[in-house]
């Protein structure tokens, strides 16, 4: 025992745990011994796990205050994230520092730009940080969701009838592979591009963001789609899913109950990874001209323009810059702890 | 010179500003200029763009015709100096030509001695067959535009004679254009110009040209600067070697200046307060320079809302925060302005027709009450530096008008090729003109007379086309001295007050940033880098 990091819960195996036992091991003089189930069991580990916690929460912290949050901070300052102040640059042209005044000409009061300016546009970088978190997130989390339901659907198919499906899911993925996906962004941009960008559901979604959300997904699914026809390749041969055949189980409910539980750990260690990569992605399209479109914020945007300023205020590179680490070492670290709660041997 | 300012912007670096003009201008010649010209050496130009062409008969941009400025022969040029001696026109090819009466001949006899960097002798029938290219309808060239009154042309051994269809006063100075450059008489007629190496008569001559990346020049084995013609042409040409670097952002190229992999560069517009504190101000690294030249938001006259519809260009007019846009350009980047015409060229005269210290939303929308149509308008611009907030600025003050631009970025290149093929589909378009030579007509009628318009590369990016303007336009364009002037003047006025094609914001000035090897460095307000008089120490 003392070789292994597995908790007392693991090495008694499923269903019972330490408090179902008396002192001396025997189970407690008439307590129901109860099997705890799987997602219990993750549950129970993953709260242990107080840096996947904290991110957890962190996460949960982040929405708030890009959603709810941005717009009560909108109300409080009395101004949007567009508005332009031009009084909010220096004799320099530089943009104004931290907690500076500054005239609004429309409603010809004193506003409150609580981080300072944005850049040459005088707009406030508070807010900007607030909706581009709203934007950055819509980007990266859709896109994630999309690419991986995809990306798993098609590797999971693919990998247990093989055959024909896997051959038609290989030549899809090198199709993919092998198109151009940066001229294809480019034919978007200036066929659908504008049409698509307009598309907001409402506003629920900032301009730009179903672009972005669809480059991603057709140039990304095939990635999780490989690396999951590989894992179920390897599990189709394993005697549970032999005795799940065996027992008349339909191949709906094996992939479903029996093959998706072992592929939580490499879906969420990689979807950790691809937020955060969506998340910069977004910067470099919107700079061809695709996806996020001007004036709306999004933390690619915000740190794209913050060069200009690198020599002269560099907090404008410092706020979307920790907001963009935060947030992907948030994503990263909740993810390491939900690989360990979901499969604890991958600890050992 | 080279139309667009192009790329230039930012791009090259080269930005600009008059500035409190006389300030600097008193330090300008010379400034920074090292007592002792070394000779030989590489100098490296980092531009945001690469060149449109590198053939004459068809590159228009700014940082085009300055690379061009360092390897081709014109008959007449402007000397490679700074200061009033600038602006006088001199012989460069050809001696000043003979003009006969009536104003309409010139003879221009082609100086002996001149050789292509292939070794064959310069003649008149090079300049023949540069104005031929200029013609050919398959070239579609921007020399057309210039050559509508030209009714004959012919070379013999020398002389090189030109029959003009009326008097234009500033013929002479049109063939100072690299439209007109000395080109081999094979040179053949394509529309996608010729490439590198490029077979030259200058001090230089282009030997590589990786298209978007790099292009480097050379000296020309025959130009002899100690002896006659050549001499008296007062090109030092003190380097061997001239690079340009294409690509690289305005961030990259002032690191670049820095750690001496590059000498003369860009840098961000928010960045020239820093350098003019550090470098000083024509003291060491940082140049100030006087530019004839102006940025402006051209309105497509051509289409959409903006077709026949002065009021909402006059609304445009009016909405526009000068005093922002030019902001955006930086510490000492030019004047606010509302006039076509830009400070400094003959012509310029102040008026008073829109805000210049902020915007006028009630009288805009004033106007545009009624006239915003569908209220959508499709705004391109370049994606570097200042064209990014600038089309925001916009965006914000027409939405007060209830116009929702919609903003599509373009490297500038790509930006211009658009705008100037007919049919595009844009409403507005940011845009920056440095004159070709000093004469309003450079502005008014080249930039806004609707009759020199064709399929392709245009310059007339508000496709304005007013017989009533273009008949002025002609009437002016007759004139000389004070009266060609104040002519230009007027005409400038009425038709940003009457008709606003488009809405100037900016007279712009030039800020250069230098390595530290740069020995001497000097500046023409519409050529640009006097790249024959540049020097390392």
């Known amino acids: 025992m003392s070789t292994t990091s597995q908790t007392t819960d693991e090495l008694l195996g499923r269903g019972l745990g330490e408090s179902d036992f008396a002192p001396d091991g025997q189970p407690a003089a008439g307590g129901e011994i109860r099997a705890r189930g799987y997602w219990e069991q993750v549950w129970r580990r993953f709260k242990r796990d107080r840096v996947a916690i904290a991110s957890m929460v962190f996460l949960v912290l982040l929405v708030i205050v890009v959603y709810p949050g941005a717009w009560v901070a909108e109300k409080i300052v009395g101004h949007g994230p567009n508005q332009i102040f031009p009084d909010a640059l220096d004799d320099g042209f530089l943009p104004v520092g931290p907690w500076s005044h500054v005239e609004n000409y429309e409603t010809g009061k004193t506003d409150l730009l609580v981080l300072g300016a944005d850049g040459s546009l005088g707009r406030d970088e508070f807010l900007r940080l607030l909706y581009g978190g709203r934007v950055s997130l819509q980007v990266a989390l859709i896109s994630t969701l999309l690419v991986m339901l995809i990306g798993v659907t098609m590797g999971a198919v693919a990998g247990y009838y093989r055959g024909w499906a896997d051959t038609i899911v290989a030549r899809l993925t090198e199709i993919t592979m092998a198109f151009p996906a940066l001229l294809f962004v480019i034919a978007l941009a200036s066929t659908a591009g504008s049409r698509l960008n307009g598309i907001t559901f409402g506003g629920l979604l900032g301009e730009g963001v179903v672009t972005l959300v669809l480059v991603f997904t057709i140039f990304g699914w095939y990635y999780p789609a490989r690396i999951i026809r590989a894992k179920v390749f390897s599990l189709r041969e394993k005697e549970f899913i032999e005795a799940a055949l065996m027992t008349g189980a339909s191949d709906a409910r094996i992939i479903r109950s029996h093959l998706l539980p072992h592929l939580v750990a490499p879906i969420i260690v990689y979807s950790t990874l691809i937020v955060a990569a969506y998340i910069l992605s977004e910067a470099a399209l919107s700079f061809l001209g695709v996806g996020i479109q001007l004036p709306t914020a999004s933390w690619g945007n915000l740190l794209s323009d913050a060069p200009n300023f690198y020599t002269t205020v560099p907090l404008l590179m410092l706020w979307p810059g920790l907001a963009v680490v935060l947030t992907t070492l948030a994503f990263n670290l909740l993810g390491d702890g939900l690989r360990d709660a979901f499969d604890p041997r991958s600890r050992l | ?537």
């Not at chain 2, 309808?137 to 009154?149: G, I, K, N, V, W």
């Not at chain 2, 030019?326 to 510490?331: C, F, P």
């Not at chain 2, 705004?379 to 925001?392: C, D, F, L, V």
């Open chain 2, 1 to 537: 010179m080279k139309g667009r300012m192009l790329a230039s912007v930012v791009m090259t670096a080269i930005g600009a500003s008059l500035l409190a003009g006389a300030l600097f201008a008193s330090t300008a010649a010379g400034a920074g200029a090292a007592a002792t010209a070394k000779k030989g050496g590489t100098i490296t130009i980092v531009n945001r763009s690469d060149f449109d062409y590198v053939d004459p008969g068809l590159a228009y941009f700014s940082h085009s015709w300055n690379m061009m400025s360092a390897v081709q022969l014109t008959l007449l040029y402007y000397p490679h100096t700074e200061g009033a001696a600038r602006n006088r026109l001199s012989g460069m090819a050809a001696n000043m030509p003979k003009v006969s009466a009536d104003g309409k001949t010139y003879v221009f006899t082609v100086k002996n001695g001149f050789r292509f960097s292939d070794g064959k002798p310069v003649t008149a029938a090079n300049f023949k067959r540069a104005f031929d290219r200029g013609k050919n309808a398959s070239m579609q060239s921007p020399a057309s535009s210039f050559m509508d009154d030209i009714a004959s042309y012919t070379a013999k051994g020398q002389v090189f004679t030109v029959k003009l269809k009326s008097v234009a006063p500033d013929f002479m100075a049109r063939t100072t254009m690299m439209f007109f450059a000395a080109v081999p008489v094979d040179l053949p007629f394509t529309a996608d110009g010729i490439k590198a190496p490029v077979v030259s008569a200058g001090p230089y001559y282009l030997k590589e040209w990786n298209v978007k990346n790099s292009a480097l020049a050379v000296r020309n084995p025959f130009w002899k600067n100690n002896q006659e013609p050549f001499k008296s042409l007062g090109f030092a040409a003190n380097v061997d070697q001239i690079r340009w670097i294409a690509g690289p952002d305005p961030a990259t190229q002032r690191l670049m200046c820095e750690r001496g992999e590059a000498d003369v560069c860009g840098f961000p517009p928010a960045q020239a307060k820093e350098l003019a504190d550090k470098f000083g101000i024509n003291k060491s690294q940082f140049f100030v320079k006087k530019q004839i030249g102006n940025w402006y938001l051209a309105m497509n006259t051509s289409r959409g809302i903006f077709q026949n519809n002065v009021k909402l260009r006059q609304a445009v007019a009016n909405a526009i925060d000068r005093r922002f846009m030019v902001a955006q350009h930086g510490y000492l980047g030019g004047f606010r302005t509302d006039q076509f015409i830009p400070l400094g060229m003959p012509g310029f005269k102040n008026f008073d027709i829109y805000s210049l210290k902020g915007p006028n939303y009630a009288k805009a929308k004033s106007l545009a009450q009624g006239n915003t149509r569908d209220g959508k308008a499709v705004m391109y611009t370049y994606n570097t530096s200042a064209g990014p907030p600038i089309a925001q600025s916009v965006q914000f003050n027409l939405k007060q008008i209830g116009v929702d631009v919609e903003i599509k970025l373009f490297d500038r290149v790509v930006q211009h090729e658009k705008t100037a093929t007919r049919g595009e589909p844009f409403d507005l378009t940011l845009e920056g003109w440095l004159a070709d030579y000093p004469d309003p007509a450079n502005f008014i009628n080249v930039l806004l007379d609707g009759r020199r318009i064709q399929a392709d590369n245009n310059v007339n990016a508000s496709y304005f086309n007013d017989p009533k303007f273009n008949a002025q336009m002609d009437r002016a364009y007759k004139l000389s001295g004070t009266a060609r002037t104040t002519a230009y003047a007027i005409l400038d006025r009425d038709i940003m007050k009457d008709a606003a094609p488009v809405a100037p914001y900016i007279s712009s000035g030039a800020r250069i940033l230098t390595s530290t090897k740069v020995g001497c460095f000097g500046y023409s307000g519409s050529q640009g880098t006097l790249l024959t008089q540049i020097c390392t120490k």
